[in-house]
């Protein structure tokens, strides 16, 4: 089948943009069309997105698009676009998150002052995203990586008046900066080995591809564990996952947006945009796979003891994550991709579902709700929904993606695998806390919870059902996707692994139901009898505190250090040119003194010194 | 030759008495007289090199001629300009005269 719509694909970022731009040039003046303007904006880039997708279902070919942009010397940088299986993936996901957030956000940030500030915020973000999506080299990726980063921070630090939301606006940009270095260093060894200078990902994968290239196995290694620590920022990764928590200081939408669904995938996208690179070097994959566990279940054990209802949901993401990394680290572009798909429904809805909580309820901390499944019917069954989807119940779409990541983690490595489970069960464990402690029990007194307008709730109506049927897309006895994204299948022979998953799925639910809900086990008395355990959990593994002590402090008296050397040395000196200057201008002034006969003296002077000199040199 | 010795000394003499004047008095009317001085040592050189030099000639009598008329109009314009320095100032002050510095 040709291809039709592919050809169109730069008009799916450019969408967003033209929106961001006509949001800023006439700013206030447009407070309601605003954000129709935005809705109207993303939904042409979801429905071409949609087009393009659908035609490549029907088996249409790549489509890549470039011109040369800057060229010097022997190397020539492009600027173009790649239709394949995967950034047309990517294309849905973003624009159906991104629409639906952006009706979502018309009810939920209505009061808002600065509502076309916000929507060309988002609209700004959604275009460089999905110029991510489509980049065609490493370049213009990165150029959009730093883009997504610019627009989280603006949007993080949206609440500027609020300092925490100032503050984690600043630890976002400058923690995810430390793996942005790394993503920087990436391309310009690759620039640098590369025959030809060729940062594109056909040539990457053409080079890396074929076993015994040009390139050693040592620098192979050093640019994959590189690209690999730009993605660990990102996408929040352990050790570089603090800033994703702070990060919901934004608004809840955003939460949504970037920070679960679309850009900390980015990092996962990366790896597996590069996946050649990885391939060629076993002890990357093996790096990426390691981490992607820990960061699973290290993460997943934080979210279990945290009280607020987003920051919950926040580790939950970056739990998420390190499966998804988990996924591609043990050899599978596919479990890992398809993860990433489900997870961007199922927690854009948790997200969503949690906004329209907090609107209702004007806190985020979950010992203050409690009862709201009677009086928010659709967003307690949605959070439901999205909730036993993420905790990998089947039949539901987390079920299928983590079952794909654990079997293919299975036979890579039981103890991998072993991890996998154990985070599985996490998982289910603190979501039924969630679940409980915010919509079971009896409602606090005071509380005038209602639901959520129909701008806010369809959209979780919408995203609860792609949580549900999202998943069937890739079965073990179904591999489509799997195929249509890389030619080959996530399908397995065993149920081993889908079996132990869905036990530790059932048996967290299970004991979430027994403490939060019946009671059966006292949780004060569990509490109290871990409560050096719960502590630990409570602050996050002291993280943010030994990062204080050992580089905020540092750098900070580094910083002090150098304030004092600039003060002391560096004015010092520029204060010691201007003196001399203006001491030999005041020199100069006294010489001028404007009396005519002064002159002459001076004059009269020189020429007798002159006289003398000539005389002088004629006699020797 | 030493005819034309003591023609250059009394010149030389001349000279640094104008100078002298020149560098010192400060009234600008006595400055220009010391100033004329100063011309004079110099004609008298040149008239005492047309006679005794080497190769006398007539030149340095025309060039003197000439000096002494630019000289009478060069005082014409200074004291001209000083009558409208003290009409506008009240003083012939040369320590005064320092608005180039203002």
């Known amino acids: 089948m040709a291809t039709v719509y592919a050809a169109y694909a730069w008009l799916v970022p450019t969408l967003p943009l033209a929106a961001f731009a006509l949001l800023t040039a006439f700013g206030r003046s447009l407070r309601t069309t605003g954000a129709w303007v935005a809705i109207t904006a993303s939904l042409g880039s979801l429905v071409l997105a949609l087009l393009i997708a659908g035609e490549r279902l029907a088996g249409a070919e790549d489509y890549s698009q470039s011109f040369e942009w800057l060229a010097f010397g022997t190397a020539t940088l492009h600027i173009g676009i790649d239709v394949t299986s995967l950034t047309s993936l990517m294309m849905v996901i973003v624009t159906v998150v991104g629409f639906l957030v952006n009706v979502y956000s018309y009810g939920y940030m209505r009061d808002d002052e600065r509502l076309t500030v916000f929507y060309a915020y988002v609209q700004l973000f959604l275009a460089s995203m999905l110029g991510l999506v489509l980049a065609d080299n490493l370049l213009m990726l990165y150029i959009f990586w730093e883009l997504v980063g610019v627009c989280s921070f603006l949007l993080i630090g949206f609440w500027y008046h609020k300092p925490e939301a100032r503050d984690a606006a600043k630890k976002a940009f400058i923690v995810t900066r430390v793996g942005d270095l790394g993503l920087l260093i990436a391309v310009l060894l690759l620039f640098w080995y590369m025959p030809g200078h060729a940062l594109d990902f056909s040539s990457i994968s053409n080079v890396f591809g074929n076993d015994g290239g040009t390139i050693s196995a040592g620098v192979t290694t050093l640019i994959a564990l590189l690209i690999f620590l730009g993605a660990v920022g990102k996408s929040g990764q352990f050790p570089l996952h603090v800033w994703l928590p702070d990060a919901m200081e934004g608004p809840t939408p955003i939460s949504a947006l970037i920070h679960a669904a679309t850009m900390v995938a980015a990092g996962v996208f990366l790896v597996a945009r590069t996946f050649p690179v990885f391939e060629a070097s076993p002890e990357a994959m093996t790096t990426v796979a390691v981490i992607g566990a820990f960061t699973a279940i290290f993460a997943a054990t934080i979210a279990l003891a945290q009280n607020d209802i987003k920051r919950v949901l926040a580790y939950s993401t970056v739990s998420q994550l390190g499966y998804m990394m988990l996924g591609l680290g043990v050899g599978s572009v596919v479990a890992g991709m398809f993860h990433l798909f489900t997870h961007a429904f199922f927690k854009a809805l948790l997200f969503l579902a949690a906004g329209s909580v907090i609107h209702a309820v004007h806190t985020q901390d979950i010992r203050e709700m409690g009862g709201l499944a009677g009086r928010m019917k659709i967003t307690a069954w949605t959070f439901g929904i999205g909730a036993l989807a993420l905790a990998g119940i089947p039949p539901l779409a987390g079920f299928w993606s983590k079952d794909a990541i654990l079997a293919a983690a299975l036979e890579k490595d039981p103890l991998l695998f072993t991890v996998g489970a154990v985070t599985a069960f996490l998982t289910a464990l603190y979501m039924s806390r969630l679940f409980y402690l915010v919509f079971a029990g009896k409602p606090k007194d005071g509380s005038h919870a209602h639901e959520s307008p129909a701008v806010m709730t369809v959209p979780l109506v919408v995203l609860a059902a792609l949580s549900v049927i999202a998943g069937f897309v890739e079965t073990p006895w179904y591999g489509g996707f799997g195929e249509w994204l890389t030619g080959e299948s996530a399908r397995h022979a065993g149920y081993l692994a889908m079996i132990i998953a869905t036990a530790a799925g059932l048996l967290g639910l299970y004991l979430g139901w027994l403490i939060w809900q019946k009671g059966t086990i006292d949780r004060k008395a569990l509490a109290a009898r871990m409560s050096g355990l719960v502590r630990v959990l409570e602050r996050k593994y002291y993280i943010d505190e030994f990062y204080d002590l050992v580089f905020v402090r540092s750098l900070r008296g580094l910083g002090h250090m150098l304030r004092r050397f600039d003060a002391l040395v560096v004015d010092g000196v520029v204060w010691l040119i201007a003196a001399t200057a203006q001491a030999v201008g005041r020199l100069n002034t006294r010489m001028q003194s404007g009396q005519l006969q002064g002159y002459l003296l001076a004059a009269v002077f020189s020429v007798v010194i002159l006289v003398l000199a000539m005389a002088g040199r004629r006699l020797w | ?102």
Do not use: Q
């Open chain 2, 1 to 102: 030759m030493t005819l034309l010795g003591s023609y250059l000394t009394l010149a030389a003499v001349l000279f640094c008495l104008g100078l002298y004047g020149v560098l010192t008095k400060r009234n600008a009317i006595v400055v220009l007289l010391s100033l004329e001085l100063m011309l004079n040592a110099v004609n008298l050189n040149l008239v005492a090199f047309a006679k005794y030099g080497m190769i006398p000639s007539l030149t340095g009598h025309i060039f003197t001629l000439f000096t002494i008329s630019v000289a009478a109009a060069e005082a014409a314009v200074g004291v001209a300009i000083l009558i409208v320095f003290y009409r506008r100032r009240v003083t012939v002050n040369v320590d005064e005269f320092d608005e180039l510095r203002r």
